[in-house]
């Protein structure tokens, strides 16, 4: 069964911590993305990847970077954690062209105290 | 103006009954659309693509109208685990290809 792997499904850091958030897809998919999810405002896109080592910012990018070294392995970087990034945060990845949609991750809920 | 907006509902429909959802969408040159589906807690898993000519797997329904830049989703004989929320997907290649995620329509199916 295919999968998008996200290392954590519960955390909780302080404020000021930097916070590692990685996801693993074993699809060989070419396209990763980070969202973020709050009520009331629905799915937020962070940052996104079309290729190893390459990264766009999507429409939320501010107080978050992200890293893709491997084809599989996208990881979201909290640099200084703030109690407004409590939220889910969930990982997707498709494949290139039209038509495909995401696999999603099962999210992580971050709550930054 | 969201990119992306869905009447957020609840829907409170009963067993057996007909449903429909729709979705519009600001940007014209979108190429790509979707259904997802979110049970709560879960993450969004896809439900199907719409395609221009309109798309259907057994009782869901899916249309495409890009003159009025909306997307339907029409669920027939409706299931208690029907319920859950649906969320309508718009890929675009404008500003990079990705894609944007209305809020989402809660559905309740009740015995």
């Known amino acids: 069964d295919v999968k998008v792997t996200q290392s954590s499904r519960y955390l909780v850091k302080r404020t000021g911590e930097k916070v590692f958030l990685e996801c693993v897809q074993d699809m060989d998919h070419e396209n990763m993305f980070w969202y973020r999810q709050d009520p009331g405002l629905g799915l937020r896109l962070i940052y996104f990847s079309y290729d190893v080592k390459m990264k766009e910012k999507g429409d939320i990018p501010e107080g978050y970077s992200v890293s893709r070294e491997k084809k599989e392995r996208f990881s979201l970087i909290l640099e200084s954690a703030s109690t407004n990034q409590t939220s889910m945060y969930l990982c997707?990845?498709?494949?290139?062209?039209?038509?495909?949609?995401?696999?999603f991750g099962s999210g992580t809920r971050l709550t930054v105290v | 103006r969201k990119e992306v907006e869905q009447d957020p509902g609840p829907f409170n429909v009963p067993e057996g009954a007909t449903v429909a959802f729709n979705c519009t969408y600001s940007n014209s040159a979108s190429q790509s659309f979707f259904w997802y589906r979110q049970d709560c807690r879960k993450e969004p898993k896809l439900l199907m693509s719409v395609y221009s000519s309109g798309n259907e797997d057994g009782r869901f329904t899916a249309q495409l109208n890009r003159a009025s830049q909306y997307i339907s989703l029409l669920i027939r004989d409706s299931k208690l685990s029907d319920s859950a929320t649906y969320l309508c997907a718009v890929t675009s290649n404008t500003g990079g290809f990705k894609t944007i995620f209305g809020a989402g329509t809660r559905l309740f199916v009740k015995a």
């Open positions: 997707a990845s498709s494949k290139t062209g039209e038509g495909y949609g995401y696999t």
